[in-house]
């Protein structure tokens, strides 16, 4: 029972949102080390910082480990791994000096996810994709024929007077999504007449189809609210019988 309740604790809301807190001021202390000419006083607060941190995050996975039932299965569980990986790469840097391994600390900000437990919102939107997984599916086997078709027909018609810039298929994908996304970086760009006939239909079909699952998502999400909604005035009228 200590143990059940150990865990219990470890999982409340206000301990989620102090570990949270603490990622970001990580998250944010790591950040400020890639400043440059940074003095001293600085750089040994920002390392004492991240010492600081770490050993709460390892205390705390020792003590989850010690508290969990099935030791296993939590050590190999989905956030158990995100709780590894929040300190591993501090300490595999004592051993290994490798500038990646910093950048793996940014992996710790995963950990965030484990606040969806607690957000009733982040849960009805999980319900949501749940709900239309078959309709985004369908449409994101359609944009990625429309992605090939895209890179396929502006290669046809600027490979020729622009063969460095849409040397291959693949060259001309980066323009596709580029387009299709109506981000439009400017590093690729058509100067055939066919070419610009074609851009402005994939940059209009690109509009249709940011549209699409944004209102697939929101039907979903106003189903499951509507779902939520009848289930808590059932158990309300259970309660008054």
Same mark, same amino acid.
């Given at each position: 029972?200590?143990?059940?309740d150990?865990?219990? @604790?470890? @999982?409340? &809301?206000?301990?989620?949102w102090v570990i949270?807190?603490l990622?970001?001021?990580?998250?944010?202390?790591?950040?400020?080390?890639?400043?440059?000419n940074?003095?001293?006083g $600085?750089?040994?607060?920002?390392q004492?910082?991240?010492r600081?941190?770490v050993?709460?995050?390892s205390?705390?996975?020792?003590?989850?480990?010690?508290?969990a039932k099935?030791?296993?299965?939590?050590?190999?569980?989905?956030?158990?791994?995100?709780?590894?990986?929040?300190?591993? &790469?501090?300490?595999?840097a004592?051993?290994?000096?490798?500038?990646?391994?910093r950048?793996?600390?940014?992996?710790?900000?995963?950990?965030l996810?484990?606040?969806?437990?607690y957000?009733?919102?982040?849960?009805?939107?999980n319900?949501?994709?749940?709900k239309?997984? =078959?309709?985004l599916?369908?449409?994101?086997?359609?944009?990625?024929v429309?992605?090939y078709f895209?890179?396929?027909?502006?290669?046809?018609f600027?490979? =020729? #007077?622009?063969?460095?810039?849409?040397a291959?298929?693949? @060259?001309?994908?980066?323009?596709?999504?580029?387009t299709?996304?109506?981000?439009?970086?400017? @590093?690729?760009?058509?100067?055939?007449?066919a070419g610009?006939?074609?851009t402005?239909?994939?940059?209009?079909l690109?509009l249709?189809?940011?549209?699409? &699952? $944004?209102?697939?998502v929101?039907?979903?999400?106003?189903? #499951?609210?509507?779902?939520d909604?009848? $289930? =808590?005035?059932?158990?309300?009228?259970?309660?008054?019988?």
């Amino acid at each position: 029972m200590i143990k059940n309740d150990t865990v219990h @604790d470890l @999982d409340s &809301p206000l301990a989620t949102w102090v570990i949270a807190l603490l990622i970001l001021y990580s998250v944010i202390c790591f950040s400020f080390e890639t400043l440059p000419n940074l003095s001293e006083g $600085t750089v040994f607060f920002l390392q004492w910082s991240e010492r600081i941190v770490v050993a709460l995050f390892s205390l705390e996975y020792l003590y989850r480990i010690y508290a969990a039932k099935r030791k296993l299965r939590f050590i190999f569980s989905f956030y158990g791994l995100i709780d590894l990986l929040a300190i591993l &790469p501090f300490y595999l840097a004592l051993v290994v000096d490798l500038r990646v391994l910093r950048l793996l600390r940014l992996l710790r900000i995963v950990r965030l996810l484990q606040l969806v437990h607690y957000n009733k919102a982040l849960i009805r939107f999980n319900k949501a994709i749940s709900k239309a997984k =078959e309709e985004l599916i369908i449409f994101i086997t359609a944009i990625l024929v429309l992605l090939y078709f895209s890179a396929f027909g502006i290669y046809y018609f600027e490979h =020729e #007077v622009q063969p460095a810039v849409y040397a291959s298929i693949f @060259d001309a994908l980066w323009w596709a999504v580029v387009t299709l996304t109506t981000v439009g970086y400017g @590093d690729m760009y058509p100067i055939t007449v066919a070419g610009r006939i074609f851009t402005f239909i994939i940059l209009m079909l690109g509009l249709v189809f940011i549209a699409v &699952p $944004t209102g697939i998502v929101a039907s979903a999400l106003s189903a #499951v609210r509507r779902e939520d909604e009848e $289930t =808590e005035k059932e158990k309300q009228q259970e309660n008054k019988r």
